[in-house]
């Protein structure tokens, strides 16, 4: 369940096009879906380093900190998607500065996931090799 509602709200964001004829919206539209599709399938790896960091059964802040980090870069998606709307100005400018304000968000949401998810590998890499 938790794999099919992104699908459902990645397919629904693809089947978004900007209003009118705004080639300026449309490019930054292709840029932040770019992002999006570079990083949304990396929630599974975000999930399955989640798995792993819990079956260490290990306390500590630090394995505790990188489990939040993970679970906060996944909800940040989460969020980013439910609330971006592709079509939401009709006026051409106003869509414009909507689309590169969620490019800003989508690439804070990028930065957040792989940083997220390097940290975990780097851990869990030194952490078996101990």
Not at 51 to 59: F, G, P
Not at 102 to 127: D, G, H, P, R
Request: include cysteine.
């Amino acid at each position: 369940m938790k794999i099919l509602v992104p699908i459902v709200i990645l397919a629904i964001l693809v089947s978004c096009k900007p209003h009118n004829d705004n080639k300026e919206g449309q490019k930054i539209l292709d840029e932040v879906m770019a992002i999006h599709d570079e990083v949304m399938p990396e929630i599974s790896t975000i999930h399955k380093l989640k798995v792993k960091l819990r079956k260490l059964k290990d306390d500590s802040r630090e394995v505790y900190v990188l489990i939040a980090d993970l679970e906060n870069s996944d909800e940040g998606m989460m969020s980013w998607m439910a609330n971006f709307k592709s079509d939401k100005y009709a006026d051409d400018n106003e869509q414009i500065l909507y689309l590169r304000s969620e490019k800003a968000k989508i690439e804070y949401v990028s930065k957040q996931m792989k940083s997220a998810i390097n940290n975990a590998q780097t851990f869990l890499s030194t952490y078996n090799n101990d």
